[in-house]
T-cell receptor, first 114, second 116 residues
Framework: AQSVTQPDIHITVSEGASLELRCNYS??????LFWYVQSPGQGLQLLLK??????LVQGIKGFEAEFKRSQSSFNLRKPSVHWSDAAEYFC????????????FGTGTRLLVSP | GAGVSQSPSNKVTEKGKDVELRCDPI?????LYWYRQSLGQGLEFLIY????????KSGLPSDRFSAERTGGSVSTLTIQRTQQEDSAVYLC??????????????FGPGTRLTVL
């Protein structure tokens, strides 16, 4: 079965500092990987996704993620965090065959300090 | 264009009552998903529709939960005899349905259900 682990429940980063949110997945084949963001009072918004090809994926709002098959990881990064990035971030994995559902991690809440 | 809309935005009900939650997907999207977001459980998949059929109901937690979709558009999630553990935010998402899981799923704002 697919599963996603986000080991950090909360992370606090100073504004302007770099950010890395960790995501590890369990899946038997090449997964479809996603990062979503949920801002307070907002719905989930897709930041980026990876299916194949270049393992470094660029997304919206200056975010990027790198797929590392050997580590079963898909970590999200941003070189310089803005206060508006404070939100909850969810990593998700989907199968590329069969039923089409996303399996989400439990999320990482990002706090940005001044 | 309009995004995914859900109604009501908030629902407070008494234990044992039935509730209906509604989802209006983006026009033209054939795939529709229901998820539940609750404390301690994160986001969990409930059911997936392609058109009016539901090939995957594997996430429905009990037979008190059911969902239907009519006309390939609006979907209703029904919870019968609500229990306190049903309290959660219920999220709906839609996607074009042309590339399967590769399609971006667009989420609605959710319905917050509180069972007293």
């Amino acid at each position: 079965a697919q599963s996603v682990t986000q080991p950090d429940i909360h992370i606090t980063v100073s504004e302007g500092a770099s950010l890395e949110l960790r995501c590890n997945y369990s899946y038997g084949a090449t997964p479809y990987l996603f990062w979503y963001v949920q801002s307070p009072g907002q719905g989930l918004q897709l930041l980026l996704k990876y299916f194949s090809g270049d393992t470094l994926v660029q997304g919206i709002k200056g975010f990027e993620a790198e797929f590392k098959r050997s580590q079963s990881s898909f970590n999200l990064r941003k070189p310089s965090v803005h206060w508006s990035d404070a939100a909850e971030y969810f990593c998700a994995v989907g199968r590329n065959t069969g039923f089409q559902k996303l399996v989400f991690g439990t999320g990482t809440r990002l706090l940005v300090s001044p | 264009g309009a995004g995914v809309s859900q109604s009501p935005s908030n629902k407070v009900t008494e234990k044992g009552k039935d509730v209906e939650l509604r989802c209006d997907p983006i026009s033209g999207h054939t795939a529709l998903y229901w998820y539940r977001q609750s404390l301690g459980q994160g986001l969990e998949f409930l059911i997936y529709f392609q058109g009016n059929s539901a090939p995957d109901k594997s996430g429905l937690p009990s037979d008190r939960f059911s969902a239907e979709r009519t006309g390939g558009s609006v979907s209703t999630l029904t919870i019968q005899r609500t229990q306190q553990e049903d309290s959660a935010v219920y999220l709906c998402a839609s996607s074009p349905g042309t590339r399967g899981i590769a399609d971006t799923q667009y989420f609605g704002p959710g319905t917050r259900l509180t069972v007293l």
